[in-house]
């Protein structure tokens, strides 16, 4: 019974740790943004065949379609962070949530191809505005949890990736894929105003008094040093492994291991559900044994699994592998806590977000 109650126990604890930590209510409107844009950019691809098929045009240009998206989103991590940097976080998290609703509507009422280009561009552009900032107030007002609270909201990130996409593929059975894009207004509008709330003008000590010059004076020397190249590289390498899960998984499942394309799509949930789980261990581990132990251990456990994909043939075999390859996912946290670290806290919306563009368009080679 001892043994059974440990996790629990674990769980109580840590979130009262949270709780004395910072304010958890921030902590929980930035999460659900997080959600509604990671998920959002999932509910995308997710029905864009039935978009594609409306329009009559090629799988060519659904692929460019994508490309536009996840481009102009990682284009907009560096703005993000320097805007937030100047005028401060509230209005770029509240403005990046009412501009994505913005792009979700005219997605919704598109019924040209050019238009629905143009609502493709401002998604990407209103998603891209979030990623940075939501990582710098969460470093600014959490301290000995910082890297858990990080966590949380990197898994609310999943929990948009499994949530969302099933809900939008079975609202656009029954209604539509419109309604499949539609049904997330009313909850992205509420996050906007609960955003503009909650959240202080300025979470981070920057001031936004300096020129625009002097802070890329800054971010530059900073970005050279050697302990912001190291943790570049780890995001770039996290980045790129992750890409290559998420782009390849599905389709290696069906071509390579000859299981069904149903079968496959469950194993490719079941990647991003459990790392729901594993993203939350991980900041628990960062906080209490630090950073750099976390980020080797939820590696390290990831590499077995993709040995292991190329060998076993059994279904159940590929769900223990899928659960870890998960484990690389679990590496985030820690590693996004250690780039906003290593940085000045005058800068970290500019510097962290430079850093993100970088690896984002790396692990999209």
């Known amino acids: 019974m001892g043994a059974l109650s440990r996790p ?4 109580v604890r840590t979130l009262s740790d949270i709780r004395d930590d910072g304010p958890v209510s921030i902590l929980l409107v930035v999460s659900l943004g997080w959600f509604l844009t990671l998920g959002v950019r999932i509910v995308y691809p997710a029905l864009l065949p039935q978009v594609t098929a409306e329009f009559g045009v090629s799988n060519a240009t659904t692929g460019v379609f994508i490309g536009v998206l996840w481009t102009t989103y990682a284009l907009l991590q560096f703005p993000g962070g320097a805007i937030a940097d100047i005028v401060g976080e509230r209005l770029v998290l509240t403005g990046s ?18 238009t629905f280009v143009l609502a493709t561009v401002l998604l990407g552009l209103g998603t891209g505005l979030f990623g940075t900032t939501r990582l710098t107030v969460i470093s600014a007002l959490f301290d000995r949890m910082r890297t858990t609270a990080i966590s949380v909201n990197q898994a609310a990130g999943n929990v948009g990736n499994v949530v969302l996409s099933a809900s939008a593929g079975f609202v656009s059975v029954y209604l539509g894929w419109r309604w499949g894009f539609g049904f997330l207004l009313p909850v992205m509008l509420a996050c906007a105003i609960g955003l503009w709330i909650a959240l202080p003008r300025r979470a981070s000590t920057a001031t936004g008094d300096e020129s625009f010059r002097q802070t890329m004076r800054k971010v530059a020397a900073s970005v050279r040093r050697p302990s912001v190249l190291a943790v570049t590289a780890l ?78 043939e059994t279904f159940p075999a590929l769900v223990a592998v899928t659960v870890l390859l998960s484990f690389l ?10 780039g906003l670290a290593s940085l000045p806290p005058e800068i970290q919306g500019s510097g962290f977000g430079l850093l993100r563009t970088g690896y984002i368009a790396f692990g999209a080679l």
Do not use: C, H, W
């Open 8 to 11: 629990g126990s674990l769980l």
């Open 97 to 114: 949530i009412l501009l994505s609703a913005g792009a979700v509507g005219v997605i919704v009422l598109s019924t040209t191809v050019e």
């Open 235 to 312: 995001l770039s390498l996290n980045m790129f492994l992750y890409q290559s899960v998420t782009g390849f998984l599905p389709t290696y499942l069906v071509t390579q291991k000859g299981i069904d394309p149903g079968s496959a799509a469950t194993l490719y949930s079941l990647f991003f559900a459990a790392a729901i789980g594993v993203q939350f261990l991980s900041g628990i581990v960062a906080d209490r044994r630090g950073n750099r132990v976390a980020i080797v251990a939820f590696i390290g456990l990831s590499v077995p699994g993709f040995v292991l994909l190329t060998v076993v």
């Open 329 to 338: 996912l679990g590496a985030m946290p820690p590693v996004n806590a250690a």
